[in-house]
């Protein structure tokens, strides 16, 4: 199985909709860096709905040595660049990152991405959820914008169209 490094969003995104615990079903491991943590720490402060990483014993905390600085002039988020950086330093591992500036730089740094998406398609694919298409309404409801295109190829994807 592979092992993942994942940014805030699909963590939050799939806590949302019931499904943060497919991820050690998915994956042999999956780390996050400090970054993350920290942001998933202060939108709670904040009182938004979203995971506390300390209640989930196979999320593991591990930091990028050192960062693209070209990365720092993009319009990324921290933890999303901690999160790249981190895969850039393991590439064995996917990276999981829903914002599209994120994935194209992670491409571009040769970089395997999925995105929450995808997320639902291999939950399915292993058993662990009958239909995507109640996801992918629970997460345009969670804050997720997915436009009308992407749905449908997500669902064909699925056999569900």
Known sequence: MLKAISNTSPLLYLYRIGGIEWLPRLFDEVWTPEAVKNELRAGRRKGYDVPNPDDYS??????????PSEWLVLDLGIGEIAAMALALENPDRVVLLDDMLARRTAQAAGLQVLGTLKVLLEAKSHGIIDEVEPYVSNLSGSGMWISSKIKERILKLADES
């Open 58 to 67: 196979w999320l593991n905390v591990v930091n990028p040595k050192s960062t």
